[in-house]
């Protein structure tokens, strides 16, 4: 089992950066890759940027546009989300996740362990 807490959500104007943090322990070497979700009221579960296990290879969802940062720091096995320029449309619950298959995943369904989310909020 992989457990999975994020920190770092909070209010925040428009324009604004804020740095989100998932601290990974338990069985993390069966770990192929990491990600980041959001879900915004009423709304589908969105990718918002993963990563391979070891940290390489970057995606991002298409309304990033150059904003966020999504970085592995293996030191202290946590996942980072480094969020620049932040709209009102990026309010929501942010999660992390982790998957064990070795295909990279774009669906929610495809990562098998889920962090609780932390809640991001930016007013207008």
């Known amino acids: 089992q992989v457990q999975l807490t994020e920190s770092g959500g909070r209010l925040v104007q428009a324009g604004d950066s804020l740095t989100l943090s998932c601290v990974a322990s338990?069985?993390?070497?069966?770990?192929?890759?990491w990600a980041w979700f959001r879900q915004a009221p009423g709304k589908d579960r969105q990718l918002v940027a993963s990563v391979t296990q070891s940290g390489g290879n970057p995606k991002y969802g298409n309304f990033v546009e150059g904003r966020f940062t999504i970085s592995r720091d293996s030191a202290k096995n946590t996942l980072i989300l480094q969020m620049n320029s932040l709209k009102p449309d990026d309010s929501g619950i942010y999660y992390c996740?982790?998957?064990?298959?070795?295909?990279?995943?774009?669906?929610?369904?495809?990562?098998?362990?889920w962090g609780q989310g932390t809640q991001v909020t930016v007013s207008s």
């Open positions: 996740v982790a998957r064990r298959t070795a295909v990279e995943a774009w669906a929610p369904n495809g990562y098998a362990f």
């Open positions: 338990g069985r993390t070497s069966s770990v192929r890759g």
